[in-house]
């Protein structure tokens, strides 16, 4: 994946990351957020509704 731009957020992915497979949030410059997308829960910080729904499309488009 890389790093998405998407809503106001930046979703970033790297290739050999530790596991469990994750995405790392930023906004405005900030990690918001750490989410585990094998348990689909985030594994630091906090997770609103909309930032779920960008998950869900994205992995809906296969980026994920």
Not at 35 to 59: E, H, N, S, T, Y
Request: charged share 35%.
């Amino acid at each position: 994946m890389g790093r998405i731009k998407r809503g106001g957020y930046i979703f970033f992915t790297a290739k050999g990351d530790h596991n469990p497979p994750h995405v790392h949030i930023y906004r405005d410059g900030e990690m918001v957020a750490k989410f585990d997308l094998q348990g689909w829960q985030p594994m630091a910080g906090k997770v609103d509704r909309r930032v779920k729904q960008i998950l869900r499309r994205l992995r809906e488009e296969g980026r994920l």
